[in-house]
């Protein structure tokens, strides 16, 4: 989850135990796999450096596929560091300033109110996201400067093969794709999304069907880790669907916003006490109340969970 939109984020600590040098899966010179390894297990951390960036802290694990830092700025100003998701370069993109870093590019993507990216560009049209955003605080706050020092320290980690990796038990969710976790025919049953197929993200922790837009009906299922489901206000419930603990959430506790939320814990993640990995359903039905979200959220839970590795 580019960081995906609406989702309350479980705060947690960042670097897991078991990490490992690049578990190197070959391919084309200069592409994802040859210069990162194993996609499913990087770990983005790895990619950071919060002590060569002045106010940067570790600001806890919310994903599997990218690093959280936080980053004070100036008087007051808090700014949101997101190293790692990895994601199929954008075609509307070309064109933007490329920046050069030996067999690396820096893609710097057009400024955005609070918002700045970085793409650090393979061969194979992947990309790797550097992102910063604006908290709290004075949107002059220097976020481009912030992300491109992010993506340098990234780009340094690649090319000094200093990547690392995260060991992951047989039965962990970062060793399944979620596309296979829903079988096609029960997604088509949502209204516009009959003829939805699934996209899987490069590292194989997210799939959705549908288009990632507040005017179209989707439906995401990601592999994350961090503190376990928690009920967080009024509109979330704790409940047992197929045989799991389950919480169900309209995303915001605003019933009136048509995106829901089932997440479900697993095994232990990494070295701190209490983690541990989440499966998590997002249900966006433009149109409809967050309530009839979470009744399609529900009835997918239902087909998938039993389908997560025991």
Not at 183 to 210: N, Y
Not at 292 to 300: K, M, N
Request: glycine share 12%; hydrophobic share 40%.
């Amino acid at each position: 989850m580019s960081l995906l939109l609406f989702l309350v984020l479980l705060v947690a600590g960042c670097t897991p135990g078991g990490g490992s040098a690049p578990a190197r899966t070959g391919g084309p010179a200069g592409s994802s796999a040859a210069l990162l390894g194993d996609l499913r297990t990087v770990d983005p951390c790895t990619l950071t450096d919060p002590a060569a960036l002045e106010g940067a802290e570790n600001a806890g694990t919310v994903s599997l596929d990218y690093c959280l830092l936080h980053v004070r700025v100036g008087e007051g100003s808090l700014v949101q560091l997101a190293v790692g998701e990895l994601v199929p370069v954008d075609p509307a993109q070309q064109g933007a300033p490329v920046v050069q870093r030996g067999a690396l590019r820096i893609v710097q993507d057009a400024p955005l109110p609070g918002h700045c990216t970085r793409q650090i560009v393979f061969t194979d049209g992947i990309a790797l996201q550097v992102s910063a955003d604006l908290l709290v605080g004075d949107p002059a706050a220097g976020l481009c400067a912030i992300a491109q020092s992010g993506a340098d320290t990234a780009a340094a980690a690649i090319e000094q093969h200093r990547v690392g990796h995260r060991a992951f038990p047989p039965n962990s969710l970062a060793l399944v794709d979620p596309c296979s976790m829903l079988d096609l025919s029960a997604v088509r049953q949502l209204p516009g999304l009959e003829q939805a197929g699934p996209k899987r993200s490069p590292a194989r922790h997210q799939c959705l069907w549908g288009e990632l837009s507040a005017e179209s009906p989707r439906v995401q299922l990601l592999h994350t880790a961090g503190d376990p489901p928690q009920v967080l206000h009024g509109a979330a419930v704790e409940e047992t669907i197929a045989g799991r603990r389950t919480v169900v959430s309209v995303v915001g506790g605003d019933p009136q916003v048509p995106l829901c939320s089932a997440e479900t814990g697993h095994v232990p993640f990494g070295a701190k006490p209490g983690q541990v990995e989440v499966a998590q359903l997002v249900v966006s039905m433009p149109g409809e109340s967050g309530i009839d979200a979470c009744e399609y959220a529900r009835g997918l839970a239902q087909a998938a969970w039993p389908n997560l590795p025991g």
